[in-house]
């Protein structure tokens, strides 16, 4: 089977790979400082119990200062989560009613409405519409690449290229429309979090 031209390959292929980099490359390098950062502020926390550093502070200094912004570290360290004093009883608060991880929290931990006493999820209508469509080229890429791939697959194959492109004509699709999910997962899980907060309230 001659399927089109050679080059196709090599263009589905850098156009694969620029999706995966623009998706992908900004949320790994954030989770790798992410995880040196933590694992730096467990070893100051240690540093600190272990040399009593705290005992060299005078009282009001470690009230006002010191034990909040310990606290802070703490609440990192252990969750991920960057929030000052006054915030972390509202995370600890929120995932006890609605029992998710620590980790999901972090997740959609942009579309908090933190001014209230409690924790309130707060999405946009342009969010909501760019979930939305993200879920909808999901199912038209899964499905058109399915489509796709059956039709070339009825043709006989005439080498290792021909065998690439219909691979490639359901990998591809298949690829980028969990890569569209990635990239509104935030959005989804705030979402499934309103839905429950609105079945407890």
Not at 139 to 166: E, S
Request: charged share 20%.
């Amino acid at each position: 089977m001659d399927l089109i031209h050679g080059n196709i390959i090599t263009t589905m292929l850098t156009i694969f790979g620029t999706v995966i980099v623009a998706i992908l490359g900004k949320q790994s390098l954030a989770d790798v400082f992410d995880f040196f950062q933590r694992r730096k502020l467990k070893n100051l926390l240690n540093d600190l119990e272990t040399y009593s550093v705290m005992d060299k502070f005078d009282d009001d200094f470690k009230t006002k200062f010191v034990t909040p912004y310990l606290k802070e570290l703490y609440f990192f360290s252990l969750t991920g989560i960057d929030a000052n004093e006054e915030s972390i009883p509202k995370y600890i608060d929120f995932k006890n009613r609605l029992n998710y991880t620590w980790t999901k929290i972090k997740k959609a931990k942009q579309h908090f409405d933190l001014n209230s006493s409690e924790i309130k999820i707060n999405l946009s209508i342009y969010e909501r519409i760019c979930a939305n469509i993200a879920i909808v080229c999901f199912i038209i890429l899964l499905l058109g690449g399915t489509i796709l791939f059956t039709y070339l697959n009825q043709f006989k194959t005439q080498g290792i290229r021909d065998i690439l492109i219909i691979l490639s004509s359901l990998i591809i699709p298949a690829v980028i429309g969990i890569l569209l999910i990635r990239a509104v997962g935030s959005i989804l899980i705030a979402k499934q979090m309103e839905n429950r907060l609105n079945k407890i309230n």
